[in-house]
């Protein structure tokens, strides 16, 4: 069975309340009728539950861009999961560069958040990524192994239906570099192939996989026409309506 793609926009710090239901009413609009494709946006914490209410019946699911791995206590300024979950929240975000290299995220960290997210009956969109440095000292393969075994120590096989990754070289992101879509083909097609060690092969080549990094209108037709690339996870181009429609109607 084909992998259903996923166009997930992170809408990062951008938007206030009235900018995120312009934008939600234009992506309303202008992808009525597309089913074969998931569509996902992520704003702020603080739009979350008008995103929510003027999201439903479109169709499009609603993702957090982070959240804590305890479900209450003594967190100040901390999001929970069950806190997502109870506002309309599908998918979360965990493990994005900026949080690891900004916020001094580790992958302990960030292991304990999906595991958390996968309690709370969310989705997580678990991210990836090497450094430009790791890049041109070939450490690439070494970086996205770690990443992935030490994030996902603390899941049981079953569970990894609900998981999508998403390979975001650092050097790509916000920068207006694009990995190639042969560089971008290959650390999908390393994942997937490591994945199928750590758990059954079916679950590996059913497991979506996006790409992110600098996704633009320019350059999604070809690396969505990659066999290991399952959507994109789009930064700056997901917050206008027209090229983040652009981006959700790539053809392949």
């Known amino acids: 069975m084909p992998r259903k793609p996923i166009v997930a926009g992170n809408w990062k710090m951008y938007k206030t309340i009235p900018e995120a239901m312009a934008l939600i009413n234009a992506l309303r609009s202008g992808a009525s009728g597309i089913s074969d494709r998931e569509i996902v946006v992520a704003p702020p914490f603080t739009a979350l539950a008008a995103a929510a209410r003027a999201l439903d019946g479109s169709g499009i699911s609603l993702s957090a861009q982070n959240t804590c791995w305890e479900n209450e206590g003594a967190y100040t300024g901390e999001v929970s999961p069950t806190m997502l979950k109870d506002v309309g929240c599908r998918y979360v975000i965990i493990g994005h560069s900026e949080r690891r290299h900004i916020f001094g995220e580790r992958d302990e960290t960030i292991a304990r958040k999906i595991r958390a997210a996968l309690d709370a009956s969310l989705q997580p969109i678990f991210c990836i990524g090497e450094t430009l440095e790791e890049r041109e000292t070939g450490e690439t393969l070494a970086v996205l192994r770690r990443q992935v075994k030490e994030g996902l120590k603390l899941i049981r096989g079953a569970d990894m239906g609900r998981v999508v990754i998403a390979y975001e070289p650092v050097w790509a992101i916000g920068t207006g570099k694009t990995a190639t879509n042969?560089?971008?083909?290959?650390?999908?097609?390393?994942?997937?192939?490591?994945?199928?060690?750590?758990?059954e092969k079916n679950i590996a080549s059913d497991l979506r996989i996006l790409y992110g990094g600098s996704v633009k209108a320019g350059n999604v037709d070809g690396l969505m026409a990659q066999p290991d690339i399952d959507g994109v996870l789009v930064g700056g181009a997901s917050l206008e309506a027209d090229s983040f429609l652009r981006i959700i109607k790539f053809e392949r």
Do not use: M, N, P, V
């Open 182 to 199: 042969e560089q971008a083909q290959e650390s999908h097609s390393f994942i997937r192939t490591l994945l199928e060690g750590l758990f």
